[in-house]
């Protein structure tokens, strides 16, 4: 509690006051670790020469340490004391916390063991004496916080710290600020004598500080003072800043202060929370004759202030009267703050029995005009008038956010009429309730840099007009607006010189659908947020002209399609006015492809954020030309597979990878590169690697890390790829040639049929058994078929072959049985046209086909040849002509095609069956 307490009540203090303050209680109250939730741990925790043994329930400071430790935290443990033994091991340490312990005292041997030791935290403890003897060694202490504990002082304890530049004896139930009688203390410059209950200053009480010409800070909060004796700060004449927050001493009480002030050094003076309801014209009178520059009176509940009462201020530069009751702002109240630069009146206006809401009278800021920072915050007035702010000439911030004045809601070019004169550089209208910008009303800022619009009920459709005059203007935010804004193509061509633009939740889907674009004319913009707006429909040219353009905030909107490759007219390629994007954040948007050309030429990108898409299967290319990545944000997508083709480029020079909640595929081809990356750098943060990067796939590593991934199972995969890929080509080879020969194997036979024909000939007869022939086949066919023979067998008499014919080449004069006979004497082959019609024909089966087969087996001839029209049984075959296939070679064997396209290859069979030789091959 003290600490947050002492943090909040530094913030009004000087720049300088202010860092020794957060240096003090980072060092001293929380340690020199820092200052981080704890976790619970079961050991001490040693880095870099700091070793974190708090929260241990210890009773005894570890022995086993390093012996080179500076510094070590033992708070919020059981030690009952120090012994300087437990410390021999550590003679280095300049850091000691023991803080939150149960110590009812410090050993004089401490600072002997510890001679180094520069910081000493022993708050909430239950010490009670502190003697001259327990500290006379610490000569190098510049820290000592002895807050919440029972100090009783004995003697002069404090008398041998020449080097202490801050001390917390707070909370300690003192009954007087007197620490010590003689001299000390000379390096002090930091005082806590808070939460302790003395209630008077007596003259002599900061005595001891009578050489201390370093003391800056005295902290006095929620002492309740009642006495001051004269010359009570003369000691410490020389202090700058003095705490009386939460004092609640009274308007008389705080008057004697004031006097007891005059004449000294003092800077800031803080007075919080000290129920100071009324301001009378001399509450302030002592300070006339100090340089006051910043007083705090916030939290008093303060409803009065007397014309006058800051006349005595002079020198004033900061006046902070947040949350108190004022009513009525008169033009008399800030009378005599010619220097005031700064003025907060955060919730500082009510509302009176008279006025539903506070009230501001015309010239009211008037005597203010030094003033540059005016924060109105959180409050509501009756109205502004045409003279509310006149007088304001250096005026260079005003802060009306999350107010609630009527004349507000619609701005028009007399809103702000009372400001013609100042040099506002920002306007600040946050949450102030604003419904309406009108033409020109904000034309009398020539000089604003900065206006802020954000949390309002803007409605309306913005064509230019409404940002006329802003010739300065570098900022606009318009983020979160509770209503939507549309624009127009000339919606910023009044401000050219716009750097930052925030539209953040405040368009509707269709405003960036305009041609030309709504930002062409904004060549110098750098900063452009268009985020959670449901857009939809972009055009190619929305980025042109955008030279400048370094961050891009397109998050939460619905652009799915505007990158899909089966948009109408391809994906828009909309980042290419944007060369010199360093920042792209284009996260929740339900992408699920990234064209190859999308991020083409972002050179210098340095941040992309991908998170929360649909993104699985990422082209080769896509990152190619994102060498100056740091950051790449693609967590909670569908990417199973992280391959060198898509990530080695971006992930070349990464700072930040996020990446976790995939569906990993755990496997050696989608993800062992990834894992070699992971393990080989040394610059690219990964946080969440073993929590947030698991496996989908397989089964074996499902729900586990990917860092569970065993990379060795993949370092002898390369044989077994090779014969992987051999195989595989082996079998598809197989199944293409069994295909091949199954549909395609006739046109094979066929070609090379004719190269070996054309090559060795047609015929492996000799030359001599061919001339003892006069026909090449005898033609044995059904009556039936006789038209199929003279179709398809008598055109082949053109190719050197000829056929007899029973009917056309019968012997004239020779009867008909005789002729048959000599016919099949004079053919070297006898051709059996086998159909259905030829098992059938008695004439054929008892005499023809009779006679050639005695013909064949009297000469001992292989000279049969089957040429199948239709399918016929083998046993049909035997029956009727005494012939099977088995009796035959193959060659002699043929069957008519029923595709026209193989009849050329049935030739090409039967010319080689023809020219086999007669004689049997044995």
């Not at 911030?397 to 028009?412: A, G, Q, R, V």
Request: one cysteine or more.
């Amino acid at each position: 509690m003290q600490r947050k307490y002492l943090v909040f009540k530094m913030m009004h203090a000087p720049r300088y006051t202010l860092l020794l303050a957060l240096t003090t209680v980072c060092h001293v109250m929380m340690g020199p670790s820092s200052c981080v939730a704890a976790q619970k741990k079961t050991s001490c925790v040693v880095e870099d020469g700091r070793a974190d043994c708090s929260h241990l329930s210890l009773r005894e400071v570890p022995p086993n340490l390093p012996g080179n430790l500076t510094s070590l935290d033992m708070s919020h443990n059981r030690l009952g004391g120090i012994p300087p033994t437990s410390l021999t091991p550590y003679p280095g340490l300049l850091h000691l916390d023991v803080s939150y312990n149960s110590i009812t005292g410090l050993v004089g041997g401490l600072c002997q063991t510890l001679p180094l030791l520069q910081t000493l935290n022993v708050k909430h403890n239950q010490v009670l004496y502190l003697k001259k003897e327990d500290l006379s060694h610490c000569t190098s202490l510049t820290q000592l916080n002895l807050a919440s504990n029972r100090l009783r002082l004995q003697g002069e304890p404090f008398i041998a710290l020449q080097s202490l530049t801050f001390l917390d004896v707070s909370l300690n139930k003192l009954k007087s600020a007197k620490l010590g009688s003689q001299p000390q203390l000379p390096s002090l410059v930091n005082l806590s004598l808070a939460l302790n209950d003395f209630t008077t200053l007596k003259n002599d009480d900061f005595s001891f500080l009578n050489q201390s010409s370093f003391l800056q800070v005295l902290n006095l909060s929620a002492v309740s003072l009642k006495t001051l004796e004269p010359g009570c700060f003369k000691p410490i004449s020389r202090i700058r800043t003095l705490i009386m927050d939460g004092s609640k001493t009274g308007t008389l009480i705080i008057a004697k202060l004031c006097s007891q002030l005059s004449g000294t050094a003092i800077d800031v003076l803080s007075l919080r929370n000290m129920r100071l309801v009324t301001l009378t014209n001399t509450t302030f009178t002592g300070l006339q004759e100090t340089n006051l520059t910043s007083l705090d009176l916030s939290g008093n509940g303060m409803g009065k202030i007397e014309k006058g009462s800051f006349k005595w201020l002079s020198e004033l530069q900061s006046l902070v009267l947040a949350e108190n009751n004022i009513k009525h702002l008169t033009k008399d109240i800030f009378q005599g703050l010619t220097s005031l630069k700064r003025l907060n009146l955060t919730l500082a206006l009510v509302k009176s029995h008279t006025s539903a809401v506070p009230i501001i009278d015309d010239y009211s800021f008037q005597p203010l005009n030094a003033l540059e920072t005016l924060i109105l915050k959180k409050t509501a007035v009756r109205e502004i008038t045409e003279n509310a702010f006149t007088g304001l000439t250096s005026l260079k911030e005003l802060d009306m956010s999350w107010t609630t004045y009527t004349d507000l809601k619609n701005i028009t070019n007399k809103t702000f009429v009372s400001l013609a004169r100042s040099p506002l550089r920002k306007l600040n209208l946050i949450g102030a309730d604003v419904k309406q910008i009108n033409p020109g009303c904000f034309s009398v800022f020539r000089n604003l840099t900065t206006l802020l619009l954000d949390h309002n009920y803007i409605k309306q459709t913005l064509t230019g007009r409404e940002f006329e005059g802003l010739d300065r203007i570098q900022e606009i935010y318009m983020s979160d607006n509770f209503q939507k804004v549309n624009l127009s193509s000339t919606s910023f061509v009044n401000v050219p010189n716009l750097r930052v633009l925030t539209l953040g939740k405040s368009l509707i889907a269709t405003a960036l659908d305009r041609d030309p674009s709504p930002f062409s004319p904004l060549s110098n913009l750098t900063f452009l947020d268009l985020s959670n707006n449901n857009i939809a429909n972009i055009r190619g040219n929305m980025l042109e002209g955008l030279v400048n353009l370094k961050v891009l905030k397109l998050q939460h909107n619905n652009l799915a399609r505007v990158w899909k490759s089966a948009n109408q007219g391809g994906p828009v390629l909309f980042l290419k006015g944007a060369q010199k994007l360093t920042s792209l954040l284009m996260d929740s948007n339900g992408l699920d492809e990234i064209p190859v050309d999308a991020l083409r030429g972002l050179t210098e990108l340095r941040e992309l954020s991908l998170g929360n898409n649909l993104l699985n299967s990422l082209k080769d290319t896509i990152f190619e030309d994102l060498n100056s990545l740091r950051a790449l944000y693609l967590q909670k997508n569908l990417i199973t597979t992280v391959r060198p083709e898509v990530f080695q480029t971006p992930m070349s020079n990464l700072s930040l990878l996020v990446m976790g909640k995939n569906p990993f595929d755990c496997t050696c081809e989608s993800i062992l590169w990834f894992m070699t990356w992971m393990n080989k750098t040394n610059m690219t943060s990964v946080p969440g690697l073993r929590e947030q990067y698991t496996c989908n796939t397989p089964l074996t590593y499902f729900n586990r890390s990917v860092m569970d991934f065993d990379a060795l199972s993949c370092k002898d995969m390369t044989p077994f790829q090779a014969l992987y890929i051999l195989s595989s080509t082996a079998v598809l080879m197989l199944m293409v040639t069994a295909l091949l020969v199954r549909f395609h194997g006739w046109r094979f036979e066929f070609y090379w049929n004719i190269l070996i024909n054309r090559t060795l000939g047609f015929s492996d007869a000799s030359v001599e058994e061919g001339r003892e022939f006069e026909y090449d086949a005898y033609v044995i066919c059904a009556e039936d078929d006789g038209s199929w023979v003279d179709r398809r067998l008598v055109p082949l008499e053109k190719s050197n072959c000829k056929f007899c014919l029973e009917d056309r080449d019968a012997v004239a004069g020779m009867s008909v049985l005789q002729s048959i006979v000599d016919n099949i004497r004079k053919s070297r082959k006898i051709l059996f046209v086998v159909t259905e019609a030829l098992l059938r024909d008695p004439w054929c089966r008892r005499f023809t086909a009779h006679q050639a087969l005695h013909q064949v087996i009297e000469a001992s001839r292989d000279s049969v040849v089957l040429v199948f029209l239709q399918d016929v049984h083998d046993y049909r075959l035997s029956q009727s002509l005494f012939l099977r296939r088995g009796m035959l070679r193959p060659c002699c064997v043929l069957d008519w095609p029923v595709h026209k396209e193989r009849v050329p290859a049935f030739h090409q069979k039967l010319l080689i069956a023809l020219g086999m030789t007669n004689r049997f091959q044995e």
